[in-house]
């Protein structure tokens, strides 16, 4: 009897306990069907944020290349003021001395013009004085009737700057008042972007996960490097950079913010050098080149990628705007973006490498 109830006893402890383990099991994997869920949404939400993300940094980009135009256009509009302005000041002090030339030459002949013409054709007994002095009248009026002719021709010349000179100042001030409200536009997207930044960073995403990014971000840039290879039309006159190391500028001048080969994440490091420089700074090319690509990459932004030839290759990433297209033809040191944050970057910087046959290379060999 007592073994019966000890059996007894034991049968509702076991049962107890896998009630207890099977309550704790299903505990647990709902807790790891939520985290699940919640790592999907969290996917999900990062996802449709870094679409967001891009999409605000081409909506900046158009804005930023658009105040770009208006700046070159408003430099050459008051170099055109200027230039209008002198030759104004010029035809005004022309129109002055031919005002004071034509007074002469009237009082000159108002002086002359005393004597009785048709006395003098009479006098037969000074017939070589009428004759000189005939001569002398037709070459003053010859002489006003060139001078007014030319005066003439400065008034209309005269008119027609003045009128060019008016016309180039209300262009002046229509382009100022257009980049002003590009900048407010300018000014708009960035808060846009400045919001999708603030919220993608609540998405916190672990070191594993932020690991497993970069890896992709990296493989995206080398498959896009790969395929831009195979289109590759080697041109003739492009020869490289094996014979300009250490010769080269910098794209842009700027504090270093992460060198070639340190460390970036676990073990993955840094392929190119990411340069601090302001926003809307002229970033340049280093060599010349064709442009094949010039686009948006997740995590790089706005990225332009030049082929020197010879199997090498410059890329200028996180770019506030890009002023180049792909097939241009790019000569050193000729601007091809403007300095940007693009790419989900906190500060404004360049990302700068140089690739030889697909392989990153310390930039530092090559620029100066």
């Given at each position: ?261 340190s460390r970036k994440q676990d073990y993955l490091k840094w392929k190119g050098v990411l340069l601090g420089a302001s926003i ?79 392989k990153a290379v310390n930039p530092k060999i090559w620029c100066r």
């Amino acid at each position: 009897m007592f073994i019966d109830s000890s059996m007894a006893f034991d049968n509702n402890n076991n049962e107890r306990n896998k009630q207890q383990n099977s309550s704790k099991l299903n505990n647990v994997q709902q807790a790891i069907a939520k985290q699940e869920s919640n790592i999907f949404k969290t996917n999900k939400a990062r996802t449709a944020l870094e679409q967001q993300l891009k999409n605000d940094d081409l909506t900046i980009a158009e804005t930023a290349k658009a105040i770009n135009n208006t700046e070159q256009q408003l430099k050459t509009t008051e170099k055109k003021i200027f230039t209008l302005s002198k030759e104004k000041q010029k035809l005004i002090a022309q129109k002055i001395a031919q005002e004071q030339l034509l007074a002469q030459q009237l009082r000159s002949a108002y002086t002359s013009g005393q004597h009785d013409y048709l006395k003098l054709l009479l006098n037969q007994e000074q017939s070589e004085k009428i004759q000189r002095t005939i001569s002398y009248y037709k070459y003053l009026n010859k002489a006003r009737i060139n001078e007014i002719e030319k005066f003439q021709a400065t008034i209309a010349q005269l008119m027609m700057v003045a009128t060019q000179h008016q016309e180039q100042i209300e262009h002046l001030q229509a382009l100022k008042k257009n980049q002003k409200k590009q900048r407010t536009t300018l000014n708009k997207n960035k808060n846009s972007r400045r919001k999708t930044l603030a919220t993608l960073s609540e998405k916190l995403l672990s070191s594993k996960q932020q690991l497993t990014k970069l890896k992709s971000e990296e493989a995206n840039l080398t498959a896009a490097l790969q395929k831009l290879t195979e289109l590759i039309r080697q041109e003739i006159n492009l020869t490289g950079l094996s014979k300009l190391k250490r010769k080269l500028a910098w794209p842009v001048k700027g504090k270093l913010l992460r060198s070639f080969g340190s460390r970036k994440q676990d073990y993955l490091k840094w392929k190119g050098v990411l340069l601090g420089a302001s926003i809307g700074k002229q970033v340049q090319t280093i060599h010349n080149g064709t442009v094949l690509f010039s686009d948006w990459l997740k995590g790089y932004g706005l990225l332009t990628v030049i082929d020197h030839g010879h199997g090498y290759m410059s890329l200028y990433a996180h770019n506030q705007t890009l002023l180049k297209s792909v097939g241009d033809r790019v000569e050193t040191g000729e601007p091809i973006a403007l300095v940007g944050q693009s790419g989900g970057q906190n500060k404004a910087g360049l990302y700068f490498e140089i690739r030889h046959q697909g392989k990153a290379v310390n930039p530092k060999i090559w620029c100066r």
